[in-house]
């Protein structure tokens, strides 16, 4: 089935450390693929996105993601995590056709300790 | 305006009510979407519009839910004899066309059903 997968309920990371949220996905074709914030209350917000070219992307906030087509993968990293990162982060992907509706993963809730 | 705005943003209904979320996307979108987050969970898709026209109910529940754009604009999302399990926060998100993949969130609705 396809799906979208990732594997940390919880991280939790130190102020200043640096910060690595793994996503799979599970598809025939490399769809096009997203990571998402979202903090208390607020929707979501687009953190940076890969369609195709360079497999490493930068985002807003200081964050970066790595597409590796033999892994299935996108993960999202950022070199020294702020306390204001605490939030929860969504991987998702569009298949590149039909109505570019957006599929999600179960979420990562990031923890930031003093 | 500047973004996607919804309103009411918290809901709460007694079992057997019927409830109306409503969307106002930005300014010129051509695509909307509403999604469906259960608490703990990653957001799933319910239904999409372009311009008034519904492309795509396939995510709606069951047939108490049901949802309009009858001018193109702004949107609202119907759900009739609500149950507990409907309890959930409503998002939506529009785009500028369906081939643009960049969606815009909403806050959100959080519904709960009592």
């Known amino acids: 089935a396809q799906s979208v997968t990732q594997p940390d309920i919880h991280i939790t990371v130190s102020e200043g450390a640096s910060l690595e949220l793994r996503c799979n996905y599970s598809y025939g074709a490399t769809p096009y693929l997203f990571w998402y914030v979202q903090s208390p209350g607020q929707g979501l917000q687009l953190l940076l996105k890969y369609f195709s070219g360079d497999t490493l992307v930068q985002g807003i906030k200081g964050f970066e993601a790595e597409f590796k087509r033999s892994q299935s993968s996108f993960n999202l990293r950022k070199p020294s995590v702020h306390w204001s990162d605490a939030a929860e982060y969504f991987c998702?992907?569009?298949?590149?056709?039909?109505?570019?509706?957006?599929?999600f993963g179960k979420g990562t809730m990031l923890l930031v300790s003093p | 305006g500047a973004g996607v705005s919804q309103s009411p943003r918290y809901k709460v209904a007694k079992r057997g009510q019927d409830v109306a979320l409503r969307c106002d996307p930005i300014s010129g979108h051509v695509s909307l979407f509403w999604y469906q987050q259960a608490l703990g969970q990653g957001p799933e898709f319910l239904t999409y519009?372009?311009?008034?026209?519904?492309?795509?109910k396939s995510g709606l529940p069951s047939d108490r839910f049901f949802a309009e754009r009858p001018e193109g604009s702004v949107s609202t999302l119907k759900i009739q004899r609500t149950q507990q399990e409907d309890s959930a926060v409503y998002l939506c998100?529009?785009?500028?066309?369906?081939?643009?993949?960049?969606?815009?969130f909403g806050p959100g609705t959080r519904l709960t059903v009592t």
């Open positions: 998100a529009s785009s500028f066309n369906r081939d643009t993949y960049e969606q815009y």
């Open positions: 998702a992907v569009v298949l590149n056709s039909g109505y570019s509706t957006l599929t």
């Open positions: 519009f372009q311009n008034e026209a519904q492309l795509d």
